[in-house]
């Protein structure tokens, strides 16, 4: 069974090497390419592929835009995120399905098994990135404690009403609580966390995974 590829990558000899790597293998068939974001997503809805070998880090639309997009069409192609970072916006492709990750340096081999384990319906995360993976999420488990320490049950629920962008009155409806003592609540949430406002304590919040 041939796997249809569609490849987004912004360096053109990467892009150029890769698409090289995955036309020597007979399984493997080259349907599309994109050098930025807006290009994966018109290519890959255009033509349907297996799989999108994605990178992360892309002009306009960077990879992680890439798939927020796909999710609010509800439109969910199986992704393989082809990435130089570890950390946050690993976690983040992982969260809105990747299905793959391999580093930019992992061996040819490894790449061509995971966007086969991918197109076969199963999961690939490289050792190193699932290690790396691993330790994000436990310092994130450490800030959450001592967030959740540091302000009140009532304190954390305001700061999640207001860093998903509801202002104070409608925090006070949903809490059942006077919009004054919304407002004092938030502004304890403001001094304790160190934070200078609604974008910022959404930044902190979504940052820490507190959202």
């Known amino acids: 069974m041939t796997i249809r590829l569609v490849v987004a990558d912004d360096h053109p000899v990467v892009l150029e090497g890769l698409v090289r790597i995955f036309e020597m293998q007979r399984d493997f068939e080259i349907v599309g390419t994109a050098r930025d974001g807006d290009e994966a997503l018109r290519v890959v809805r255009q033509v349907l592929p297996d799989v999108l070998v994605l990178d992360l ?10 798939m927020r997009e796909f999710r609010r069409d509800g439109f969910a192609p199986r992704v393989v995120v082809l990435t130089a970072v570890h ?14 990750v391999v580093l930019k340096e ?21 050792r190193s990135v699932a290690m790396q993976t691993v330790d994000v999420l436990l310092h994130r488990y450490d800030t959450t404690r001592t967030v959740a320490a540091s302000l009140t049950p009532r304190e954390l629920e305001v700061a999640r009403f207001v860093a998903d962008g509801l202002h104070s009155k409608a925090v006070a409806a949903k809490l059942e609580i006077s919009e004054g003592t919304a407002k004092l609540h938030l ?15 959404a930044v902190y919040m979504h940052g820490r995974g507190l959202d």
């Not at 502004?187 to 304590?201: D, F, M, S, T």
């Open 106 to 126: 992992t061996a040819t081999r490894l790449l061509l098994r995971c966007v086969r384990e991918v197109h076969a319906g199963r999961k690939w995360l490289e």
């Open 57 to 66: 880090r892309m002009p306009g639309k960077n990879g992680i835009e890439v």
């Open 187 to 201: 502004h304890n949430v403001y001094k304790k966390l160190g934070v200078g406002g609604r974008v910022a304590l």
């Open 87 to 100: 950390g946050e916006d690993v976690i983040e492709a992982i969260r809105l399905g990747a299905k793959g």
